[in-house]
């Protein structure tokens, strides 16, 4: 068997180019998909490849494959709750299809990949110290499309990818967090000023000035932050 694998300074170039790929992408919707392109040239012969990353209740949170068939057999494991990527997840250890014609762990979807040009799987855990958080998977045209080169490939480029794109989420969502938190002091010193206008064009209290703030806006239909918005314009209530 060792025969059959990749030398070790050919995976070291592997693995330091998927690195790269994943480090150099803003956001890992990008990350994911430079990595399924990663993979398709990491493993030659294959029909595609794909990349899901999944919340802890199996839904998919990003994905992005090479191909259309790919994608069409990813959405199928999705849409039936079953399949190689979903067992690979979820078991965290690699899963492989010698034939999906004579495959019967999960009926529902290799019934429903009968009709496409894909035959052989390989589908490898996104592992991390927390748990998977996704699946890699390249699919093969051919029964026993690969050998246990491409296996271990796949898994020893899953391990760096894996906390690399858990990495990349957490950045993601600290962004996305700060975005959400400039936005609602935004909002919160819109309605500040707004109450303070009202104040003074009215002869309002505080109390009284918000509370016509607050009507007005359920009146209309129109968020509270807008109005206020509005009200700073020189808008009349």
Not at 132 to 137: E, F, N, T, V
Request: include cysteine; glycine fraction near 6%.
């Amino acid at each position: 068997m060792e025969a059959d694998l990749p030398l070790a300074d050919e995976l070291a170039a592997l693995t330091a180019r998927v690195a790269d790929l994943l480090l150099t992408h803003d956001t890992v919707e990008e990350a994911v998909r430079a990595l399924a392109g990663a993979l398709v040239e990491a493993i030659p012969d294959t029909a595609g490849a794909g990349v899901s990353l999944m919340d802890v209740g199996g839904h998919r949170t990003s994905t992005a494959s090479t191909d259309p068939v790919v994608l069409e057999a990813d959405q199928l494991q999705y849409d039936l709750g079953q399949g190689p990527c979903l067992t690979a997840w979820a078991q965290q250890a690699t899963v492989i299809v010698e034939d999906t014609r004579t495959e019967r762990r999960w009926p529902a979807w290799t019934r429903s990949v009968a009709h496409l040009p894909l035959r052989s799987v390989i589908s490898s855990p996104l592992s991390t110290p927390g748990g998977a958080i996704g699946a890699l998977k390249v699919y093969s045209p051919v029964p026993g499309g690969f050998d246990s080169r491409a296996v271990r490939v796949i898994e020893l480029l899953a391990r760096p990818a894996a906390l690399m794109l858990a990495n990349a989420q957490a950045r993601d969502s600290a962004e996305r967090l700060s975005e959400r938190l400039i936005q609602a002091l935004g909002d919160r010193d819109s309605v500040r000023t707004a109450t303070g206008i009202l104040m003074e064009r009215h002869r309002f209290s505080r109390d009284q000035a918000l509370a016509a703030l607050i009507t007005t806006s359920r009146r209309r239909h129109e968020p509270l932050h807008q109005l206020s918005r509005e009200i700073i314009g020189g808008a009349q209530l």
